[in-house]
């Protein structure tokens, strides 16, 4: 073979080889776009209905009450406290990822339809840092409230609970209606437009 043909076959190669990495950015790049497009006008998700009156069953959940400042232990927010209204928990740890991008949503649900009779609260299930003794977790998690502005009290499992002995993936938001009764379950991250959905068919329940 020539040097002139070597030549040749080198730059068809690198011919083939830039046109096939094109092809594969343009594919990324159309990919990415779509996916917007369905994320921002909500096309990719379908409304999963509530679960009907007669096979819904009453939630129980108590936990102490993480304040701006005071002993967490002093003060329990409890479910049946709630009657009456709408309920929204959201199982969240600062360190997951999707919990924090949805964080932004939830604080504007809260604030929309609080007025409404709907109450927000966020469940921490975050572990103490085994490697800053000086930083546990009640520290950390009122430094976030305070940071984010959380207009919601976050709920602190007390250490016999279950929740700290199963591996519970988050984020997990459930929603109860005014008599304490579990009406959706929501595994992974909530659809902000379907949330909305299903508040306003609760609170049109009587």
Not at 56 to 83: C, F, I, K, N, Y
Not at 157 to 173: E, N, R, Y
Not at 183 to 197: E, Q, S, V
Request: charged residues 20%; hydrophobic residues 40%.
């Amino acid at each position: 073979m020539t040097t002139e043909q070597t030549s040749t076959t080198a730059t068809r190669r690198l011919r083939t080889g830039m046109g096939m990495g094109a092809a594969f950015l343009i594919g990324v790049a159309t990919f990415a776009a779509v996916f917007a497009i369905l994320r921002y006008f909500n096309l990719g998700n379908t409304y999963e209905p509530l679960t009907p009156l007669t096979q819904r069953t009453a939630g129980a959940l108590e936990m102490p009450v993480l304040s701006g400042a005071g002993d967490t232990t002093s003060v329990d927010w409890s479910l049946h406290d709630q009657a009456g209204k709408v309920v929204v928990v959201n199982y969240f740890a600062t360190w997951c990822g999707p919990c924090m991008e949805e964080l932004p949503d939830l604080i504007a649900v809260a604030k929309e339809f609080g007025p409404r009779g709907v109450v927000v609260v966020a469940v921490s299930l975050d572990q103490d840092n085994e490697r800053e003794k000086d930083t546990p977790r009640e520290t950390v998690l009122r430094a976030f409230a305070k940071d984010k502005a959380l207009p919601f009290p976050i709920l602190v499992p007390p250490a016999d609970s279950i929740l700290w002995k199963s591996s519970m993936p988050i984020p997990q938001t459930y929603l109860y209606d005014r008599q304490g009764r579990r009406a959706r379950t929501i595994l992974g991250g909530f659809d902000t437009k379907n949330l909305r959905a299903s508040l306003e068919e609760l609170l049109k329940e009587s």
